[in-house]
T-cell receptor, first 112, second 110 residues
Framework: GAGVSQSPSNKVTEKGKDVELRCDPI?????LYWYRQSLGQGLEFLIY????????KSGLPSDRFSAERTGGSVSTLTIQRTQQEDSAVYLC??????????FGPGTRLTVL | TQLLEQSPQFLSIQEGENLTVYCNSS?????LQWYRQEPGEGPVLLVT?????EVKKLKRLTFQFGDARKDSSLHITAAQPGDTGLYLC??????????FGKGTKLSVIP
């Protein structure tokens, strides 16, 4: 497709389990962002990838969160030992121009 | 830390009414964007404003960037049910990061 895709669309997991969320950016977009959107909150920046540069991980809330981007394209956000407060919608965005971000539909994560 | 305050947080109006939502900050932004997000979807970019005092129109939507580039407004004329959604503003300060407000949740009742 032409847009950003994310999978799965919904994920329900038990507290303490690990989860992996996937993002396929728009082809040719060099920048990729992960955000977290909790109920009643704005978008919380998590991590930013730009080309082959070292990612900006300054928004990751704890060391249980990590992300990688393979081949400058697909990205995976991993949350280890999930906690109930990790429940949120995780959004991925890609861009080729500064400040023009295109978002995927998100993954709704529920930790029981 | 740059913050963007959006108001009102919730807005419910009848079809055909006009409305304005606001996005305010104590910080200066080099650009400001407005997004609309519908349930189960990611935010979709509506407009980017970069010049203080700039006004942009998108059909029934009018966006304004404050002269000091610290605030913005979105005015919708004759609201339609299809305008229902979460409106987010996001400020850019020259780097790749955007600062998002918490959004205004708009419901337009037929």
């Amino acid at each position: 497709g032409a847009g950003v895709s994310q999978s799965p669309s919904n994920k329900v997991t038990e507290k303490g389990k690990d989860v992996e969320l996937r993002c396929d950016p728009i082809s040719g977009h060099t920048a990729l962002y992960w955000y977290r959107q909790s109920l009643g909150q704005g978008l919380e920046f998590l991590i930013y990838f730009q080309g082959n540069s070292a990612p900006d991980k300054s928004g990751l809330p704890s060391d249980r969160f990590s992300a990688e981007r393979t081949g400058g394209s697909v990205s995976t956000l991993t949350i280890q030992r999930t906690q109930q407060e990790d429940s949120a919608v995780y959004l991925c965005a890609s861009s080729i121009l500064r400040n023009t971000q295109y978002f995927g539909p998100g993954t709704r994560l529920t930790v029981l | 830390t740059q913050l963007l305050e959006q108001s009102p947080q919730f807005l419910s109006i009848q079809e055909g009414e006009n409305l304005t939502v606001y996005c305010n900050s104590s910080s200066v932004f080099s650009s400001l964007q407005w997004y609309r997000q519908e349930p189960g979807e990611g935010p979709v970019l509506l407009v980017t404003v970069v010049t203080g005092g700039e006004v942009k129109k998108l059909k029934r939507l009018t966006f304004q960037f404050g002269d000091a580039r610290k605030d913005s407004s979105l005015h919708i004329t004759a609201a339609q049910p299809g305008d229902t959604g979460l409106y987010l503003c996001a400020g850019g300060a020259g780097s790749y990061q955007l600062t998002f407000g918490k959004g205004t949740k708009l419901s337009v009742i037929p």
